[in-house]
């Protein structure tokens, strides 16, 4: 797959673009998961709980959301 990915940006058939990216981050109260967006290069991001309403910070070494 890289060689293909490779290949159409020799040709400029696709365009790769830097933005925000998403945390997907464990609530430390309830466990629940949480899918948060970031700016680009932002460890620490506040966000609200969905289940139980915490207000919290995304913690340094959370998994990236691979969507």
């Not at 159409?8 to 365009?15: F, V």
């Not at 109260?29 to 139980?52: H, I």
């Amino acid at each position: 797959t890289e060689r293909l990915v490779k290949e159409a940006l020799e040709r400029k058939a696709i365009t790769i673009k830097q933005g925000k990216t998403r945390i997907e981050s464990k609530c430390a109260k309830c466990g629940a998961l949480s899918r948060v967006s970031a700016a680009q290069g932002q460890v620490r991001v506040p966000y609200t709980c969905k289940e139980c309403g915490e207000k919290q910070r995304t913690f340094p070494g959370t998994s990236r959301c691979p969507c």
